[in-house]
């Protein structure tokens, strides 16, 4: 690759992990807004709209926007310019139509499908459900335009853009959700049922605002390219059979989630309806569920995300290449990245669960289930990188095959452990047991097509050394800056807890980066060679601690 197209291609990523980061960070933060005007009941009907939702997302999309840049990438490397316009050209012609089919069955099935949420109370669910339902179907117009753009600039290596997109689709759903919420419920005081609609409407705007800025960076890339784009040794029904096999196992992969989300969603609310809670007490459980704690599980999956796109190729290049070594230290390397990010995390989730939950959303109601899911931030991300690994090894069905395997555990433990606590505290629990089953099908997956090798266990062991002691801390903390609050008199809870969790994640930070420095477990490269926040994380730890840093 040429040297200022690789420069271009690495900025590019580095932006779209920022982007994509502070997406993600609006994508908690309005949770606190949200919440203090809808409640766990609205919450629960917002997510439960979003379940169905992203069914109805993956089934419009059909992979096609992420084959469409595979194939348009390959197709610009050897100049067929012709091939790639027309991949282009045929995928927005599938999507779009597909989506329109998507909106008018998502629009229609409304209230059969929220009826499914609650079967022995399925016709208060639908009066509460159908307007999220409908609200939210909407987008499904959009989504087609903005995800076939995308697609088409990352297979021209165009990645900032993208970014920017992302940033902006949640900037504007984000802004959209809180105003129009706020305007519904306390100026113009509608029930929650209403206010919910406005919040999942806030997907539309959103896809509409990212489609914009994408449609405008497409423009000037197709003018330049289409004169070179007037031949192609293909028919458009080769290029839709070709699009479709590249496409199929990344639908079937990107169906594995929202199946999942959705499987919580009928049987949660199902099981705890039977255990003779009512159809509200049982949807403000789930919103609890999956708007604090498994909406908290989103900021590790970010860095592991992150991790996965830049090491598939790398993984893809090695094998292509026949170079062992080169895989060994490859695969090694992203487990340990993925561990240096993900333990820590699971350390804040589970110490500080209670000033997470008042600062979401003002109660400690949310505490115990963050608690429970704090290990799934651990096996997620594994699951998810393990995913990239065997993907750049040429493995596509594994991996969705071992995820659906994990749904269907978690669903079984669902069941099983839903009326023996009479929570979501079972559901969370179940989760988190999915995600290890899916993860070791997957670890020992990559063993066997990689020839790898590397201990689970031993680098475990490594990483919770330095994360003990940081966990003591955020305690400590915690407790100390809780002491002196109350000690002022201060009864905000959502301030004093705000105030704790910044201090105690503050002083985690530096105690784990200094343990991980001074018992030689990552150097200062490894610090930096993190996606987004690595190169701040290696100057803190040089400025900390220069002794450390370079030596192992």
């Not at 255990?275 to 999956?301: C, N, V």
Request: proline share 4%; with cysteine; net charge positive.
């Amino acid at each position: 690759m040429d040297p200022t197209k690789a420069t271009n291609v690495a900025r590019g990523a580095s932006i779209y992990v920022i982007c994509v980061g502070i997406a993600k960070f609006l994508g908690i933060i309005y949770i606190i807004p949200l919440t203090y005007l809808l409640g766990n009941v609205g919450l629960g009907l917002y997510n439960n709209a979003y379940a169905m939702f992203t069914i109805f997302q993956q089934l419009a999309l059909a992979g096609f926007p992420l084959a469409m840049s595979k194939l348009i990438s390959e197709r610009l490397a050897i100049k067929r310019y012709g091939e790639a316009e027309q991949y282009y050209r045929v995928a927005m012609r599938t999507i779009i139509p597909l989506g329109i089919i998507a909106f008018l069955l998502m629009w229609f099935l409304a209230p059969a499908l929220s009826g499914l949420t609650a079967v022995q109370d399925s016709g208060e669910a639908a009066r509460y459900m159908v307007p999220s339902f409908r609200a939210l179907a909407f987008a499904l117009l959009f989504i087609p335009f903005m995800s076939g753009y995308r697609g088409y600039l990352q297979g021209f290596q165009q990645l900032e853009m993208p970014a920017y997109s992302q940033t902006v689709e949640q900037i504007f759903r984000v802004l959209w959700m809180v105003t129009a919420t706020y305007y519904l419920m306390r100026v113009r005081h509608e029930s929650y049922v209403f206010g919910s609609a406005s919040a999942t409407f806030g997907a539309t705007v959103g896809a509409a605002a990212g489609a914009l800025l994408l449609a405008l960076a497409v423009r000037p890339i197709r003018r330049e390219y289409k004169p070179l784009a007037s031949f192609s040794n293909q028919s458009d029904w080769q290029a839709l059979r070709t699009l479709y096999k590249v496409a199929l196992p990344i639908s079937l992969g990107g169906l594995v989630v929202p199946i999942s989300n959705l499987a919580d969603s009928f049987t949660v609310q199902n099981l705890l309806i039977a255990a003779h809670d009512s159809f509200r007490e049982a949807a403000a459980q789930y919103g609890i569920l999956t708007r604090q704690a498994l909406y908290l599980i989103q900021l590790p999956l970010t860095f592991a995300y992150a991790i996965g796109v830049s090491i598939l190729p790398a993984v893809s290049s090695a094998k292509a290449k026949k170079d062992q070594s080169a895989l060994q230290r490859t695969v090694s390397s992203t487990v340990r990245g993925m561990f240096l990010m993900t333990f820590p995390a699971a350390a804040v989730l589970l110490v500080l669960a209670r000033p997470l939950s008042a600062t979401l959303s003002g109660d400690f109601d949310g505490a115990p289930i963050i608690s429970a899911v704090s290990f799934m931030a651990i096996f997620s991300s594994l699951e998810l990188i393990s995913t990239y690994i065997l993907q750049g090894l040429g493995n596509f069905y594994r991996p969705v095959r071992n995820m659906f395997l994990g749904v269907f555990v978690k669903i079984m433990f669902n069941i099983l452990l839903i009326p023996t606590f009479h929570s979501v505290m079972g559901a969370a629990i179940a989760t988190t047991i999915g995600y290890i089953f899916s993860s070791t099908l997957n670890v020992l997956a990559v063993k066997k097509y990689g020839q790898v090798k590397f201990s689970l266990f031993r680098y475990s062991i490594r990483f919770l050394l330095p994360t003990l002691p940081t966990a003591a801390v955020l305690w400590i903390t915690r407790a100390v800056t809780h002491w002196f609050l109350h000690d002022l008199m201060i009864r905000s809870v959502r301030i004093t807890s705000a105030v704790e969790l910044l201090l105690a994640v503050g002083a985690g930070g530096w105690v784990y980066i200094y343990l991980l420095l001074k018992l030689g477990i990552v150097r200062e490269k490894e610090l930096e060679a993190l996606p987004g926040i690595g190169r701040r994380l290696a100057i803190i730890a040089r400025r900390m601690y220069p002794e450390h840093a370079s030596a192992r």
